[in-house]
């Protein structure tokens, strides 16, 4: 299994959060997107950030990326502040994480194999035999070997998904950010790639940030497992003990700040309309 795992293990195990957010305020012109927010991502669980749009979601995935600098807070990646770091010293902790963009947002003019090794030629580290090995790699992770040399017009709106999440996956990302991964697929669609960010965690242990609109993604985050015996998500048993599903934390953001953190049943449960309208 080592040999052919898509996310080699950290080096110093755990110390600290995958990404700690201090107090991140950001405002464009007048208008105040974030104001005061802090939070853990811890190493390994999956987190939740839910919110209605333009409440910030994919703003504040951008600051812990690096991509936006707030106006004040920092932000931690396994214990470094990135926050007054220069784009040439964030290149390297960008390579730590993955991103799966609203939309997908392939390069329609390349074909599925220049998509997913897009990142490993800018590197220009490797040699064509061991990028295609590593494409291959990634891409039967996500069960689409057969689209290797497609377009992304030939593809289905889950199959540019899946290839989206190779494409975040290809350099090894030990934390994975996904932008809406469901958003405007069928059912049956989303919950593939449902089962493929909990295959990222379950079986390659990444930290993921997943933003939401659908409650049901969350409820499957947390209440299953991904089981490479059927190669699909099993609900969480007892059995599991303390499994990575169980520690799955729900965030919600509302007036540019968390409204709400908690864990699965204490969103369920919640009394607030608020929350309400979120879990129904
Ligand atoms: N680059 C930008 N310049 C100005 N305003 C922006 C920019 N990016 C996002 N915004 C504004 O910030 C708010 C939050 O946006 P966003 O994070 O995209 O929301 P969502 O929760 O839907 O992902 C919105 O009001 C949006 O218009
Ligand atoms: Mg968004």
């Not at 190493?43 to 707030?70: E, F």
């Not at 969350?218 to 190669?231: K, N, P, R, W």
């Amino acid at each position: 299994m080592a040999a052919s795992s898509i996310i080699p293990p950290a080096a110093d195990s755990a110390a600290h959060p995958a990404i700690e957010l201090r107090e991140i305020s950001l405002a464009f012109d007048e208008k105040r997107v974030l104001e005061a927010i802090s939070f853990d991502v811890p190493r390994g669980a999956t987190s939740v950030l839910m919110g209605v749009s333009g409440s910030g979601k994919s703003v504040l995935l951008k600051v812990m990326l690096g991509l936006i600098k707030p106006d004040s807070g920092e932000v931690l990646i396994e214990g470094e502040n990135i926050t007054p770091k220069s784009e040439v010293e964030l290149y390297a902790f960008r390579r730590r994480m993955g991103i799966v963009f609203q939309e997908g947002a392939l390069f329609d003019s390349l074909s599925v194999y220049e998509n997913v090794s897009y990142r490993l030629r800018e590197d220009g580290k490797l040699e064509e035999d061991a990028i295609e090995q590593r494409v291959r790699q990634v891409l039967g992770f996500v069960e689409l070997e057969d689209a290797i040399y497609k377009m992304p017009a030939e593809l289905s709106g889950g199959m540019r998904r899946r290839v989206a999440i190779a494409r975040a996956i290809i350099s090894h990302p030990p934390i994975m950010l996904y932008d809406s991964p469901t958003a405007g697929l069928d059912p049956v669609t989303a919950h593939t790639i449902d089962s493929l960010i909990a295959k990222m965690r379950d079986v390659e242990h990444a930290t993921s940030i997943v933003v939401t609109q659908r409650i049901q993604d969350a409820l499957m985050l947390s209440g299953f497992v991904y089981s490479t015996d059927i190669q699909g998500l099993r609900p969480l048993t007892e059995k599991d003990g303390h499994h990575a599903a169980e520690a799955t934390q729900f965030l919600v953001l509302k007036d540019a700040g968390v409204y709400f953190r908690g864990n699965r049943q204490e969103i369920l449960t919640a009394k607030d309309p608020y929350l309400r309208g979120f879990v129904k």
